[in-house]
């Protein structure tokens, strides 16, 4: 059944063309917006369940465009999938297999073009509001990385209260503090809040401008510290968890930003001519890396973990008039094919010194193409690799055991990865070690050593 539901938006979208000619006059070169949360469980939103925390700006990029079930990012912490989400290839070639750490000299490679260099090179003008986590460093700011503008922090996380901090002599954490551009900015506002109102103003300073505009409003929200905005857990009293509960109130502040922000696309007359993208960083924290009252029902596993749950996430595209209002698609994606869709609308391509791994998802959507965008999608993550190829996943069911293995799912039948079918498949086992060794050897390059087999797959990776 699965396999007919691209065909199934390939005809919305057509009968869609046939009976609105008038959007076919739209310009090619859509304005793009990337908005990424950070930490957010799978559930939790209303299009994927959620009853407790009202999520309808989150929805309404649903509503008008295609909800991805089995969206992907690369990686299960921030990062790896920032990485991958600027360059549209996976993080280990370039240098972030993992988060980069406070006061690191490392970062993404500065070799490497991100999407903003492309974008600028083809004449968009960038921004980057929110969350950068690529390096601190001067090399890695994101003015030297293809972004025009620049308001937010270069590091993973932060108070939601900046002025708590510095105004009571808290010094400056050159990781955690606000910026706009290199300097140093004061900031009054809860920090979603603040993200929301600089991407309102950088839409309305781009409606004079004939220029398309990439803008990456990469919230903070909702991972740690939790810290709700003032009065906000007071709405969501009935949440008894009091983590859950200022969790909820975080989630809310952030969707409202999106309200806000979606009002400015409209008001400014660009809602047909820009392509909005919404994902989570990585799954909900459950039970390590900082859990935050996230939750990822039905999925196993959460932050950290190469189970659906670390790395499955809400994944919504809207661009009214191209793309189906309401579609759902079901075949695998990556975040990294956001950052090859942006650069094939825009007209650009990738130098191919830099080959990138995302695959443009329009022809997917609408351009009749019903196969598979990726034969596979691969993960490596600490000791964990995992793989996924059609309805089958491989990923180790233990780490740090002397004794991993492998578990193999179905996941058109077992979303929650419960049962192990490795026993009654063992041929298909095998393809999948051996793939992901290829996939491994590919993305790792010199640096592969002796990682040449799944972790847990029974091969020479095995942990210790
Ligand atoms: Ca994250």
Same mark, same amino acid.
């Given at each position: 059944m699965h396999n007919l539901l691209p065909q199934l938006i390939l005809t919305a979208v057509l009968s869609f063309h046939f009976s609105h000619g008038a959007f076919a006059a739209a310009p090619s070169r859509p304005n793009i917006l990337f908005i990424v949360a950070d930490d957010m469980g799978y559930a939790d939103c209303g299009v994927h369940g959620s009853k407790d925390i009202p999520t309808p700006n989150i929805d309404s990029i649903a509503k008008a465009g295609v909800r991805f079930t089995d969206g992907y990012v690369t990686g299960p912490v921030c990062s790896p999938t920032r990485a991958a989400l600027m360059t549209a290839r996976y993080q280990h070639r370039d240098g972030v297999p993992d988060w980069v750490k406070k006061g690191s000299e490392k970062? #993404?490679?500065?070799?490497?073009? $991100?999407?903003? %260099?492309?974008?600028?090179?083809? @004449?968009?003008? $960038?921004?980057?509001? @929110?969350? /950068?986590? #690529?390096?601190?460093?001067?090399?890695?700011h994101p003015l030297n990385r293809g972004f025009d503008e620049f308001f937010g922090l270069l590091g993973g996380g932060r108070i939601y209260y900046q @002025?708590?901090?510095e105004r009571n002599g808290g010094g400056t954490d050159e990781y955690a503090r606000l910026r706009r551009g290199r300097e140093p900015v004061n900031e009054d506002e809860y920090v979603t809040t603040a993200f929301g109102r600089e991407a309102v103003q950088f839409?309305?300073?781009?409606?004079? !401008?004939?220029?398309?505009?990439?803008?990456f409003l990469s919230f903070t929200c909702p991972h740690t510290p939790l810290m709700a905005p003032k009065g906000g857990a007071a709405n969501f009293a009935s949440i008894t968890d009091p983590q859950r509960r200022t969790y909820a109130a975080m989630m809310a502040a952030m969707d409202d930003a999106i309200g806000r922000v979606l009002a400015a696309v409209r008001k400014s007359g660009i809602q047909d001519n820009t392509l909005i993208c919404f994902i989570s960083d990585n799954g909900g924290p459950i039970t390590r890396n900082s859990p935050n009252g996230s939750t990822n029902t039905p999925l196993r596993g959460g932050k950290g973990e190469t189970w659906e749950g670390g790395i499955r996430v809400p994944?919504?595209?809207? /661009?009214?008039?191209? #793309?189906?209002? @309401?579609?759902?698609?079901?075949?695998?994606? !990556?975040?990294?094919?956001?950052?090859a869709t942006a650069l094939a609308l825009a007209g650009t391509k990738a130098d191919p010194k830099w080959p990138i791994d995302g695959v443009n998802l329009m022809p997917f959507l609408t351009g009749g193409n019903g196969g598979n965008p990726h034969e596979a999608l691969c993960w490596a993550y600490e000791n964990a690799g995992a793989i996924r190829q059609g309805e089958w996943k491989l990923v180790p069911v233990a780490k740090g055991a002397k004794a991993m293995k492998t578990g193999l799912?179905?996941? !058109?039948? %077992?979303?929650s990865e419960s049962h192990d079918l490795s026993a009654t498949k063992p041929e298909l086992v095998e393809q999948l070690k051996e793939r992901w060794v290829a996939w491994m050897k590919d993305v790792s390059g010199e640096a592969a050593g002796d990682r040449t087999a799944i972790p847990g797959a029974g091969g020479k990776g095995d942990a210790e």
């Open positions: 970062g #993404l490679n500065p070799g490497v073009p $991100t999407i903003a %260099d492309y974008l600028r090179q083809a @004449g968009y003008r $960038t921004a980057l509001i @929110g969350k /950068w986590h #690529l390096g601190e460093k001067e090399p890695f @002025g708590l901090i839409i309305e300073r781009q409606q004079a !401008s004939r220029q398309p505009f990439f803008l994944f919504l595209m809207s /661009w009214p008039g191209r #793309l189906p209002a @309401g579609g759902v698609y079901r075949n695998p994606v !990556s975040q990294m094919d956001l950052a799912y179905d996941l !058109s039948k %077992d979303i």
